[in-house]
Nanobody
């Protein structure tokens, strides 16, 4: 079992930056893929970015060049650095992983970007 706890959300003006953190309750060294998803009001949850244990990254087209995902296996933490934020980035951001065939989600952290 894996518990995921997100932090770092908040209210920021357009063009600003935030850094989200996802702390896992167990070592993530052996966990292949960890990802960030988001869900805006009235919309489906969507993948923002994910990262493999080997450091390979994948981004949604809408955040490429603005967001950076990284992982620190020693701290069991995954980060999402979000730069040049836009109002359309407003959403609840969730950390996700699949471990031993089970899908795990954090409780989410709210990001609000004002214009």
């Amino acid at each position: 079992q894996v518990q995921l706890v997100e932090s770092g959300g908040g209210l920021v003006q357009a063009g600003g930056s935030l850094r989200l953190s996802c702390a896992a309750s167990r070592t993530i060294f052996s966990i292949n893929i960890m990802g960030w998803y988001r869900q805006a009001p009235g919309k489906q949850r969507e993948l923002v970015a994910d990262i493999t244990s080997g450091g390979r990254t994948n981004y949604a087209d809408s955040v490429k060049g603005r967001f950076t995902i990284s992982r620190d296996n020693a701290k069991n933490t995954v980060y999402l650095q979000m730069n040049r934020l836009k109002p359309e980035d407003t959403a609840v951001y969730y950390c996700n992983t699949v471990y031993v065939g089970h899908n795990y989600w954090g409780q989410g952290t709210q990001v609000a970007v004002s214009s």
